[in-house]
């Protein structure tokens, strides 16, 4: 740890340390590609508000209702290929999500869902709102973590914890991950000097094989007359879509958030299509590129 940073760790007051600690993940993952949060108040979850408000360039939206606030974050994820962060207080609060976070576990849609919890002292005592909180979700989740109660001793790991929970949300099989943060009270402090950033991974994301080949390099990979691309969601560049299904004359079987219905090679009614047996037998294709 630098010595000017040490310097002002050792004058961090505990709600200071927390708040710290919350704006260092919010500062990772925005510099990863967070752009959004959604959070439904409570008093736990203090600490990681006010680091997320806070961030003038990221878009916060306050839900009061925690099963609307989950299908939120779901929506900008599904919309955005980009994980919101999903904070709630502590106790029963956090079960309202627990919909929401199936729904991203099976669609693939990345959620960062941030549990606050009671701090250990305060759990198996009868304290009010005080749910056992670990791994809640079950495995649904692509991970789940709980830091513990921040502690500027391991201020040097929190970079990469941020890092490493992105990063299973949004890797080759995005889903939620579940972060649960235990705090203690006080629960109101100021942010001070943050740990130095970590630069951001590179992110090859849905499109990776456009971006590597010319559309008429593939099509002369793919070089049969009867293919057909199925588009789904998820299609970053449909405009690559209609580019390589002129090249190969292939139509395109576009879903409805696939981008691609706009394209002159898209049907958009396949589904009625090739429920139909005799269409089906006729034109069945010899490739099929999704």
């Given at each position: ?24 993940l ?22 990681m ?24 974050a ?38 960062l ?110 070089d ?45 009614a ?21």
């Amino acid at each position: 740890m630098h010595g000017e940073y040490a310097r002002i760790v050792a004058l961090m007051t505990p709600a200071d340390t927390q708040v710290t600690f919350c704006a260092t993940l919010v500062d990772q993952w925005m510099a990863m590609g967070m752009r959004s949060a959604v959070v439904a108040p409570g008093s736990r979850s203090t600490p990681m508000a006010i680091a997320l408000a806070e961030r003038t360039d990221l878009q916060v939206h306050v839900v009061h209702d925690e099963r609307s606030a989950a299908f939120m974050a779901l929506g900008i994820g599904l919309a955005t290929g980009q994980p919101a962060a999903l904070l709630c207080t502590s106790g029963t609060a956090a079960t309202h999500f627990h919909a929401a976070v199936v729904e991203a576990d099976l669609s693939g849609v990345p959620m960062l869902v941030l549990t606050a919890d009671r701090p250990p002292e305060l759990q198996g005592i009868g304290a009010p709102q005080t749910i056992d909180q670990a791994e809640l979700y079950g495995d649904v989740v692509r991970i789940y973590a709980n830091p513990g109660v921040p502690d500027e001793a391991m201020a040097g790991e929190w970079r990469g914890f941020a890092a490493q929970w992105w990063l299973a949300a949004t890797g080759d099989d995005p889903g939620p991950v579940h972060v649960n943060l235990p705090f203690r009270e006080p629960l109101v402090g100021t942010a001070r000097a943050l740990p130095d950033a970590m630069h951001a991974p590179p992110s090859e994301g849905d499109g990776w094989f456009l971006s590597r080949l010319e559309p008429e390099e593939l099509a002369a990979l793919l070089d049969t007359p009867r293919g057909v691309i199925v588009a789904g969601r998820g299609v970053d560049r449909p405009e690559v879509v209609g580019e390589l299904a002129g090249a190969l004359g292939w139509p395109v079987l576009a879903d409805p958030r696939s981008g691609c219905r706009h394209l002159p090679q898209a049907v958009c009614a396949f589904d009625s299509l090739v429920r139909h047996e005799a269409f089906a037998r006729d034109h069945r294709p010899s490739a099929v590129l999704h």
